[in-house]
């Protein structure tokens, strides 16, 4: 195969290239030969039925899960089947469907730890901050597992902003959380964005995607169907039925 | 805020006046109570050295007990005829053994989940006791004696300095640093420090050893101190047993509970022994603490002083949902 000679240039690099990658758990084709890139300073929105895929093909490309087989280049790194800490340690950062917050410690625990490895100089002061950008300040002292279920998601995020990731996976961060939070997240991404930050991003609110997201990539069976912007996604109204169901 | 502040000084003053109280111990009371003293800070050390690996990184040693038996019979060994080596020095020969034992039993079993790395370090326990029974140079079932020390007062500081070392060790490792952060983030949620870019094996096994050396200290201590020990009396699982309940009582999970659920429980361990002759009472006395704890008291003795401002979850819900599988443990 010819795949490292189509892979880009370091210059125009895209800061994730995904080729080829398989996963099966038993008889199930989780990833059936994705193909996918994310740009630098992109905001890519996956989407797709449940069971599509996709937070596999994030703890794929997070290192939760190793492929079978494929190429998974982050920031130019051959990344696939790694260990998460290492792949984290090249700055890529993600979040978890279901809050996987640290419980015990306080919500300013949550964020130092989530420093605590690299990037620790000046981490109590960007905590301050990342307290107040996610308007947690009043809870800071608080245990992880006295949030509100919305407040989970912003200190899940809250510790991703602590990372300081040129790439950050959001998987479903505003699913099932009150608009005013869900502002308040969109606030984060800008902000995130206008550094430079990447992000690849899995939403089922559409709303969200036709504001944040940059281009749309489309999962179907553990496959990359379709990819281009929200409008040319959405007038296709056949993958509209077929992908996401009732329109919405 | 100001009322944080009020309490923290409040801490600290208690905390001078108990050293200083604990300093002059031995021109305070006599030499039966100063034994007592003596023992109360090693399990006060021993259950802070527990707490290390099962409160602050949610991992469940059963068999904690072989590092302090490493320790007494390093000690026992070395300072015998044959090779005669001075006390103070027996001690770090003593860790770096203990060292090296953690480092393969901890390596491969600190990947597994909770439930294997129990029930292996239990084994490994129950292995030394054995193996220390059938070989030679441990003396046997009829143990090993050490050359008599009579200086009650030598011991009790020495009990004094291993355990206030051990807790500003564990104050300054656990409470106030980065590293503290990773191993507590691990307890809570693996795959999710992992995501942070924690290693959380290295954690994990950098715990296990430091609260395996610090267990073998007391152990060197405690050997010289009683001047007699065997497998029973150093590889017990009974001495892992006490450890265990100690840290539940005062509070998995946190600095000072080990201090007070070891304090308490031995001071009624001796008590029963005063009254009774006989420590069986003591045994029931354990288990009623444990349920105790796991009914009413996860946060245990230490808990009641905490001011929280939920009660949503402890220290212990996580350890035990770990332990049996019903939390994330390994991968995710
Ligand atoms: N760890 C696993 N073990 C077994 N099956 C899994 C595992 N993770 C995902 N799957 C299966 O893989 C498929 C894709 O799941 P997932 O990636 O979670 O989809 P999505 O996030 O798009 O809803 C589903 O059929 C799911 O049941
Ligand atoms: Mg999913």
Redesign the pocket.
Known sequence: MSMTAQAPAPGDQPILFVRDVHKH??G?Q?AAGVDLEVGRGEIAGLI?P????????FNLVAGMETPDRGQILFDGHEIGGKKAYRIARLGLARTFQIPALFENMTVSGNLLAAAAEGHWHGAQQRADETLALLHLEPVANNRASDLSGGQQKLLEFGRVIMRQASLILLDEVTAGVHPNIRKIILEAIARLREQGTSFFV?EHDMEMVRNVCDRIIV?DSGRVVTSGAFEDIVQNSEVMQTYLGRPQ | MAQTMKNRWAGLLLLVVILVVLALLPVLVNNYWLRIATGALMWAGLACSWNMLGGYAGYINFGHSAFFGIGAYATAILMGAEFAVPFLATIPIGTIVTALFAVVIGAPTLRLRGAYFAIATWAFAEVLMQFATVVDFTGGTGGIGLPPFLNERFFYFAMFAAAVLTYFLTWLLFERSRFGLKVKALRDHEPAAEAMGINTSLVKLQTFVLSAVVASVFGSIFAYWVTFINPKSVFGGDITDQMVVMVLLGGLGSLWGPAIGGVALFFVNRLIWMYYGDTAFYIAILGAAIILVVLFLPNGIAGLFARRSGKSGSVLDTVLGRLLGSRQGGRS
């Open positions: 758990f038993g199930i989780a797709g449940n069971g599509s895929g996709k937070s596999t093909l899995i999962m």
